[in-house]
């Protein structure tokens, strides 16, 4: 989980390292009888850098509903590339199609011939890389020669959520639109009822109850897309029976953290935890992570629904492989932050690799400088130095180790393997 940029020789260069990850939390999804219509919500982000050859970079992104991936690369010269997508662990995901997408030099087309202005250097495009169901993911990056690049990725959502039954009592009713996220709220024209003897809903999301059966419960876009379904079974309480069995839903989540349940606003009527030393469930904050392990989390809630949680409790720590110093060019110096990690003080201890390719000894870095994010972007804290004695010996690497003193951290505690770094340095060559 590492994104790095290294620069050329050459008078007073500046090292530029920046570190991504992100946390896993896949939003629940229960199927029903008739699947609602798919709302496409597209987001396009840019990401640029410098790349080193046969280094990967790796972009986090998110997936809230099920989608294509569009990519345009622009790079400063033709080569070889590497395209992959792979899940929160770093592990290749094998639904995605064709993972990794492999790119031929000769596949690239020279925009100065292409007559497109806002792009220089040579682009691939491919409107549907991959095919993604919701999550945290990263896109690797890896070129065969260094490169600068110019990434512009699409994340094309079908925004259908499908919740599971509701079983209400005749006479009684029920606020849908308690089950919709603010965003999907704003979405909403208007609301619908496969059967109003059944149960009526106004345009409001309020269900009434009006006789047993079943009715499918509808919000619907202006464009008449849906945007929320749910199948509502209305029965006299007592004499129904709940046959339906949840979806399991896979998380993980930072030891000593919290993940909310995707129940909205329903009560928790009951749960239990197959390992509650691992993860236990807590009414306002969700599925508590106590320490590394895995425990299945099964909850009742008041409304009938049930949810049930595979969860993998990790360390809070990250941690990266180290690059072997053949992958860095030779005249050049990079620094790659690879182990975040607290000690038992609070305070923050960085591990940083200087690979130095250079001909002749290093012997210091100046205005060094570390940034730590937490995964909302938000600075956790800053390590700086104007002048640091390194004395690194030509075509060698040193481990070096910086510590962000606890009371220093604008926050104290943050989930580390889901956080965010950029090393920055300049030497003299």
Same mark, same amino acid.
């Given at each position: 989980?590492?994104?790095?940029?290294?620069?050329?020789?050459? /008078?007073?260069?500046?090292?530029? !390292?920046?570190?991504?990850?992100?946390?896993?939390?896949?939003?629940?999804?229960?199927?029903?009888?008739?699947?609602?219509?798919?709302?496409?919500?597209? $987001?396009?982000?840019?990401?640029?850098?410098?790349?080193? #050859?046969?280094?990967?970079?790796?972009?986090?992104?998110?997936?809230?509903?099920?989608?294509?991936?569009?990519?345009?690369?622009?790079?400063?010269?033709?080569?070889?590339?590497?395209?992959?997508?792979?899940?929160? #662990?770093?592990?290749?995901?094998?639904?995605?199609? @064709?993972?990794?997408?492999?790119?031929? *030099?000769?596949?690239?087309?020279?925009?100065?011939?292409?007559?497109?202005?806002?792009?220089?250097?040579?682009?691939?495009?491919?409107? $549907?890389?991959?095919?993604?169901?919701?999550?945290?993911?990263?896109?690797?990056?890896?070129?065969?020669?260094?490169?600068?690049?110019?990434?512009?990725?699409?994340?094309?959502?079908?925004?259908?959520?499908?919740?599971?039954?509701?079983?209400?009592?005749?006479?009684?009713?029920?606020?849908?639109?308690?089950?919709? *996220?603010?965003?999907?709220?704003?979405?909403?024209?208007?609301?619908?009822? !496969?059967?109003?003897?059944?149960?009526?809903?106004?345009?409001?999301?309020?269900?009434? *109850?009006?006789?047993?059966?079943?009715?499918?419960?509808?919000?619907?876009?202006?464009?008449?897309?849906?945007?929320?379904?749910?199948?509502?079974?209305?029965?006299?309480?007592?004499?129904?029976?709940?046959?339906?069995?949840? @979806?399991?839903?896979?998380?993980?989540?930072? @030891?000593?953290?919290?993940?909310?349940?995707?129940?909205?606003?329903?009560?928790?009527?009951?749960?239990?935890?197959? &390992?509650?030393?691992? *993860?236990?469930?807590?009414?306002?904050?969700?599925?508590?992570?106590?320490?590394?392990?895995?425990?299945?989390?099964?909850?009742?809630?008041?409304? /009938?629904?049930?949810?049930?949680?595979?969860?993998?409790?990790?360390? &809070?720590?990250?941690?990266?492989?180290?690059?072997?110093?053949?992958?860095?060019?030779?005249?050049?110096?990079?620094?790659?932050?690879?182990?975040?990690?607290?000690?038992?003080? /609070? &305070?923050?201890?960085?591990?940083?690799?200087?690979?130095?390719?250079?001909?002749?000894?290093?012997?210091?870095?100046?205005?060094?400088?570390?940034?730590?994010?937490?995964?909302?972007?938000? +600075?956790? /804290?800053?390590?700086?130095?104007?002048?640091?004695?390194?004395?690194?010996?030509?075509?060698?690497?040193?481990?070096?180790?910086?510590?962000?003193?606890?009371?220093?951290?604008?926050?104290?505690?943050?989930?580390?393997?889901?956080?965010? !770094?950029?090393? +920055?340095?300049?030497?003299?060559?």
């Amino acid at each position: 989980m590492k994104q790095q940029t290294t620069t050329a020789t050459g /008078g007073f260069q500046k090292l530029s !390292s920046l570190v991504l990850a992100f946390v896993i939390a896949i939003t629940t999804v229960f199927a029903s009888a008739e699947p609602a219509a798919a709302l496409e919500i597209e $987001h396009t982000e840019t990401k640029n850098g410098t790349a080193s #050859a046969g280094v990967e970079i790796k972009i986090p992104f998110k997936v809230e509903y099920a989608c294509d991936v569009g990519i345009l690369l622009n790079i400063s010269k033709p080569t070889d590339a590497t395209i992959a997508v792979y899940d929160a #662990a770093g592990k290749s995901v094998n639904s995605a199609g @064709e993972n990794p997408k492999k790119i031929l *030099a000769e596949e690239f087309v020279d925009m100065s011939l292409a007559g497109v202005a806002s792009y220089t250097g040579y682009a691939y495009a491919d409107n $549907h890389v991959f095919s993604l169901p919701e999550g945290y993911y990263q896109l690797g990056l890896t070129f065969a020669d260094s490169v600068t690049y110019q990434l512009d990725y699409t994340v094309v959502e079908l925004m259908t959520n499908i919740q599971m039954p509701v079983f209400l009592d005749v006479g009684s009713t029920k606020q849908m639109s308690e089950m919709l *996220a603010d965003s999907e709220k704003k979405l909403v024209s208007s609301w619908t009822s !496969s059967d109003e003897e059944v149960a009526f809903v106004d345009q409001n999301g309020l269900v009434t *109850a009006k006789k047993r059966g079943t009715a499918t419960i509808t919000a619907w876009t202006a464009d008449k897309k849906a945007v929320f379904e749910c199948l509502a079974t209305v029965d006299i309480l007592g004499e129904s029976e709940v046959t339906t069995e949840p @979806e399991t839903v896979q998380l993980q989540i930072v @030891e000593g953290f919290a993940q909310k349940l995707s129940a909205g606003n329903e009560k928790i009527k009951s749960w239990s935890s197959s &390992n509650k030393k691992v *993860a236990t469930v807590d009414g306002k904050k969700g599925i508590i992570a106590r320490k590394k392990g895995e425990a299945v989390i099964s909850v009742e809630l008041e409304d /009938g629904r049930k949810l049930k949680y595979e969860v993998t409790v990790i360390k &809070n720590v990250y941690i990266s492989d180290k690059i072997s110093k053949k992958k860095v060019n030779k005249g050049e110096v990079l620094l790659d932050l690879y182990k975040m990690s607290y000690d038992k003080k /609070g &305070n923050l201890v960085l591990k940083v690799q200087c690979i130095s390719r250079l001909s002749h000894k290093l012997p210091k870095l100046l205005n060094l400088k570390i940034v730590i994010k937490d995964r909302e972007g938000n +600075t956790v /804290g800053t390590y700086q130095k104007s002048n640091m004695k390194i004395n690194l010996n030509p075509d060698s690497s040193k481990d070096l180790t910086f510590v962000i003193k606890k009371s220093k951290l604008k926050k104290k505690k943050v989930e580390l393997p889901f956080a965010e !770094s950029e090393v +920055t340095a300049y030497y003299y060559d």
